[in-house]
């Protein structure tokens, strides 16, 4: 599949930004079941300083605010071609040990309803993929989809006492879930071609596990599926901090708007 990619976001200060760094996790990756025809980030009111792979294999470019800006647009497009690798990925570039994806960080540590989610799994199956099937519809069943009540603050544990959250939410559930089993997990950030539109409001978020003999599989609870062609990886972390799309700090602007435009469509291909 050929999936065209646009997407913008825009800040809007309410007073001029005296110094501003941010870093952007926001080139696709080199992996199994895509490869990059053309990607570009174009900047306005802000200019690249220097590009680099993270500890995760992320490709990050960091940027710095042109001094006095009161707008500020980073804009990344390009064209991946995908495949439909039933959601394995195998071994991906990287300098961190498995071991270190089995740790609980702040937004996946869990407590008394992480863990009965656990003890609600069948009963224990050396088949590590069938566990991580049932867990993934598991997850699904304790949390709805519901967009507007959580933040990327939000706690697995919390998620699961509101019962609701969207795609970062339940990746992060999973998570918890599968490092309290002793599964190597971690979280992805990306694009996802919607069926019914093009424009969209937000990348998509799912999860990744470790699996003896695959390598690195994705559930997307949200979904119900593993990533599948339609899915475009961007970065990958042990949680969302560690592959966010944007971070970073400013100074000198009491107040900032944000709007984000995205737009993921198939092209076809010419006969």
Not at 156 to 184: K, M, N, S, T
Not at 198 to 219: K, M
Not at 251 to 263: I, Q, T
Request: net charge negative; hydrophobic share 40%.
């Amino acid at each position: 599949m050929r999936l065209a990619i646009s997407h913008t976001t825009r800040y809007t200060f309410s007073t001029p930004v005296a110094h501003g760094l941010q870093r952007l996790r926001l080139t696709p990756l080199a992996c199994r079941g895509q490869t990059t025809e053309f990607w570009e980030i174009e900047l306005e009111g802000a200019q690249p300083e220097v590009s680099y792979d993270d500890e995760n294999g992320n490709r990050v470019t960091l940027i710095s605010f042109v001094p006095g800006a009161r707008e500020v647009v980073i804009r990344s497009q390009g064209v991946v071609q995908t495949s439909d690798t039933a959601g394995v990925l195998g071994k991906q570039p990287g300098y961190l040990p498995l071991w270190h994806f089995t740790e609980h960080t702040a937004l996946t540590r869990g407590g008394a309803r992480l863990q009965a989610l656990v003890d609600a799994l069948p009963v224990e199956s050396e088949d590590t993929l069938a566990r991580l099937h049932a867990l993934c519809a598991l997850v699904r069943e304790a949390v709805a989809y519901e967009p507007g009540h959580t933040d990327v603050a939000t706690t697995a544990e919390q998620v699961l006492a509101a019962g609701r959250g969207v795609c970062q939410d339940q990746a992060h559930v999973f998570i918890g879930a599968a490092r309290l089993l002793g599964i190597p997990a971690r979280y992805a950030s990306g694009y996802l071609m919607m069926d019914d539109r093009v424009e969209q409001d937000a990348g998509h978020a799912w999860a990744q596990a470790h699996v003896p003999g695959l390598g690195w599989v994705g559930f997307d609870v949200a979904n119900a599926i593993c990533p599948d062609a339609r899915y475009v990886h961007l970065a990958t972390g042990a949680d969302y901090t560690a592959c966010a799309p944007i971070t970073g700090i400013r100074y000198g602007a009491r107040d900032e708007a944000m709007h984000v435009s995205l737009a993921v469509e198939q092209q076809r291909m010419e006969q």
